[in-house]
């Protein structure tokens, strides 16, 4: 039995990736589930469960008013998608298809109380599970250099280090606890965006949401994860809304379908394991005028699906995929 979305959260590149992964049956992982959209998507099209993982315990509470219509057919786990191949195997699936949105919904950026927009006044938070240091935390406590190399790595912001240094000199007055407050000092040091141009503080805010909730790390070992859960044959889509996440994901598929660069012809050929993974497009699948029209959101958006071989999973370095050599454990914190 379907079931229409009310939620107004509309999934990005839902249409092309349900036909990526078409016909969709047996069991799969929304390792992401956020407003559900993909996961109603996915059981609507034909599979049989769909485990619905998430690691923010508010989006289940929001799922009560239609989660029943699925009934056995639905799993909402709690829980962090890093650990969906443990998860898959404790519930007793066999796993045929894994999708992934990775980063923040939109739901989450429209409440203020999470602070995780620079756009609405709240708690300068960003944590997804409530535990752990906050922004504010990382804000208060960084070092200079480390807030500088956090904003350049995971903000790719170019005037890391001129923000890093302001952050310092305000602090020391007054502790940052509102998003109001650092934005309010990003927009103070940065020039005015021209029409068209990013708001001073996205690269910013998206630095220390990364950093807050160990996103890169968590993508890491979630696109290894999937990797042990899926049984050959099945399908990984993933969604990804900047540069930093679709770079680690590409170079991912790259190596686990043995079509990575390899370098210098003249330096001594490196050992290959069997490949895991075949990518289905080399080009990421990106939206429609139409969907960028009804949906902003979609503009940075970019889907990679690839289908899983019969090789076993091996280990992969976090270098080799290019994660960020940040120590989130440094920085004075």
Not at 7 to 34: E, K, M, N, R, Y
Not at 216 to 229: D, R
Not at 262 to 290: I, M, N, W
Not at 302 to 324: E, M, Q
């Amino acid at each position: 039995m379907g079931v229409a979305q009310q939620d107004p959260h509309i999934p990005v590149l839902l249409a092309p990736l349900l036909a990526a992964v078409s016909p969709v049956q047996g069991d799969w992982i929304d390792g992401t589930f956020g407003a559900g959209g993909y996961t109603i998507g996915l059981l609507n099209a034909g599979a049989g469960r769909v485990m619905a993982i998430d690691r923010d315990p508010a989006v289940f509470t929001m799922a009560e008013s239609w989660q029943s219509s699925f009934g056995e057919r639905l799993l909402l786990t709690p829980g962090r998608y890093g650990d969906m191949d443990v998860l898959a195997e404790e519930a007793g699936l066999s796993v045929q298809g894994v999708v992934l949105d990775i980063g923040v919904s939109s739901m989450q950026i429209d409440q203020a109380e999470r602070g995780f927009s620079f756009m609405r006044d709240g708690p300068l938070d960003m944590r997804m599970e409530q535990t752990g240091p906050s922004a504010a935390d990382i804000v208060n406590g960084a070092s200079e250099a480390f807030l500088a190399d956090l904003l350049y790595q995971y903000g790719e912001e170019r005037a890391s280090r001129r923000i890093a240094r302001a952050i310092v000199a305000d602090r020391k007055a007054e502790p940052f606890t509102r998003t109001g407050q650092l934005s309010g000092l990003i927009e103070r040091v940065m020039p005015r965006p021209k029409p068209g141009q990013l708001h001073p503080a996205t690269r910013s805010f998206q630095a220390l949401r990364i950093a807050v909730n160990d996103e890169l790390g968590q993508l890491a070992q979630g696109l290894m994860a999937a990797e042990a859960a899926l049984q050959p044959g099945g399908l990984l889509a993933v969604v990804t809304f900047h540069s930093l996440e679709d770079r680690i994901v590409k170079r991912f598929l790259q190596l686990r379908s043995d079509k990575a660069p390899q370098g210098s012809r003249y330096a001594p050929p490196k050992a290959r394991s069997a490949p895991t993974f075949e990518v289905l497009s080399r080009k990421a699948v990106v939206a429609d005028e139409d969907e960028m029209e009804r949906n902003p959101r979609a503009r940075s958006a970019k889907l990679r699906v690839a289908r899983r071989t019969t090789a076993a999973p091996t280990p992969i370095d976090n270098a080799a995929i290019g994660l960020p050599k940040l120590d989130l454990t440094g920085g004075g914190l």
